[in-house]
């Protein structure tokens, strides 16, 4: 059963209140009335509302004036305008100030219904973003990343500084060591955490593709181009863009890049209407931007622009502090994925994975334990559901020779293993393209992980 709305009916005739009211309470929705806008906005100000149904014509105060009203003392109520015939001009200047709707007199019942549907969509799926937005400035909070140690915290406290302000930052650091998490960090910790957050692999694309992506083009302007299409600095108006591998911009995009930073104003690919935003630019890399200007490739006058605050993100391996915080997090988000409430590593693979140096970063372990999770028998990880690679240790290493596979069979499941995690690791767990990489059928792909998470 569809749950019912709270509705402020306000008419000053008592009649059409009693029609409407009647009709409404058997719908399931509780239904305040008010015979005028003044006393409407007293019924708004004691008890919240979903939906305003308002006459449009009243004494001393018409339904547009109590929609402005509304606008300020509940502003996520939904307004509908109820209007006779010869005041349909009056209802479009409603639906100018923000009415949701409106309805001729006498009241159609069944276009009402149809009315209140769909606001209880829109209601629904208003509540479900706000949730989704709360969950995401959670996630990627401060007090969300997962860290311990002396040089984290110098770069959180940083993230807490900056955040604040418009600078633009340059997030510098290895590959994996969370750069994005980082830049997430920096939006949801700001005023912008309200609006849109959009990241940008300016690696991944072709130069023409990539003007496209960021600047969006108009219709016609290359082969394909059969509709205009807004960019991602339009998309992230008010928010924060976050740029990654910005050493990898080419040239002519960089002077594009300038230009948004310095004027905060562009034009669509193919088009001459210039276009004005306000975006924050947050960007990231793992190369030597001071090298590359030296070698020509990056512009000088665009880094110091980018680089107004700098953020260094040390590796995992001068950080060991953190690994052990960051096992378990993943290790209690993988076992959660994969539904097993109890899980835990052996003495020995806690060992060698706190001696291990990460050389893939946050990132690297990550994967490790999701790979671990997935391939492990009952309930503790041992170091044969680790890596080859992490287990790269001495002869001499007693855990490692009491695991050790040692019939062919076994030797030859191990290795099975190792090439379908590490697959699905390189298609970010897509199963269809692993299971094409490795030559297999997605079926088969997924008959071997759950024999081996049965195992």
Avoid at 3 to 15: K, S
Avoid at 101 to 106: G, M, N, Q, R, W
Avoid at 286 to 297: A, H, M, T, W
């Amino acid at each position: 059963m569809k749950q019912g709305m709270t509705i402020l009916l306000v008419d000053d005739e008592q009649a059409q209140r009693t029609i409407l009211s009647g009709y409404l309470g058997k719908k399931g929705h509780t239904v305040i009335e008010a015979g005028s806008a003044a006393e409407g906005l007293k019924r708004v100000s004691a008890a919240p509302v979903d939906v305003v149904l308002t006459d449009l014509k009243m004494p001393n105060m018409t339904g547009v004036e109590l929609l402005k009203e509304l606008r300020q003392r509940a502003p996520e109520a939904t307004v509908i305008i109820m209007t006779a015939f010869g005041t349909i001009e009056g209802a479009v200047e409603a639906m100018r100030e923000g009415a949701y709707d409106f309805l001729s007199k006498p009241i159609d019942l069944g276009q009402l219904d149809l009315l209140l549907n769909r606001i209880r969509e829109r209601h629904a799926l208003i509540s479900e973003n706000r949730v989704l937005k709360q969950q995401l400035i959670e996630r990627y909070s401060l007090e969300g990343v997962v860290s311990q140690s002396g040089a984290m915290q110098e770069v959180l406290n940083t993230v807490a500084l900056v955040a604040q302000s418009k600078a633009s930052v340059l997030i510098r650091g290895e590959s994996g060591t969370g750069k994005e998490l980082i830049a997430r960090a920096i939006h949801f910790a700001s005023p912008r955490k309200q609006n849109t957050f959009i990241a940008v692999n300016c690696a991944a694309l072709n130069e023409n593709l990539l003007e496209s992506e960021l600047f969006g083009h108009e219709r016609g302007a290359f082969t394909g181009a059969d509709r205009q299409r807004q960019g991602r600095f339009e998309l992230a108006d008010g928010g924060t863009l976050f740029l990654d591998e910005i050493g990898d911009l080419p040239p002519a995009t960089q002077v594009k890049l300038l230009r948004v930073l310095q004027e905060q104003e562009f034009e669509r690919v193919g088009g001459t209407e210039t276009h004005h935003v306000d975006v924050r630019i947050l960007a990231a890399t793992n190369r030597n931007l001071e090298d590359l200007i030296r070698s020509g490739g990056f512009r000088e006058d665009l880094f110091y622009r980018l680089n107004v605050v700098t953020i260094e993100i040390p590796p995992l391996r001068v950080r060991r502090e953190d690994i052990g915080p960051l096992l378990e997090h993943f290790l209690a988000a993988y076992a959660n994925e994969q539904k097993r409430k109890r899980i835990s590593f052996s003495k020995e693979a806690w060992s060698i994975l706190h001696r291990y140096d990460y050389p893939g970063n946050v990132r690297e372990l990550e994967n490790i334990v999701q790979r671990a999770v997935i391939l492990s028998r009952g309930d503790v990880i041992t170091t044969g559901a680790l890596p080859l690679v992490v287990r790269g240790l001495p002869e001499e290493d007693l855990s490692r020779r009491e695991t050790a596979p040692h019939s062919l069979p076994e030797r030859v499941e191990k290795l099975e293993q190792e090439l379908v995690f590490d697959a699905l690791r390189k298609t970010n767990g897509n199963q269809s393209r692993a299971a094409k990489e490795l030559g297999i059928s997605e079926r088969n792909l997924r008959y071997r992980l759950g024999k081996w998470k049965a195992g």
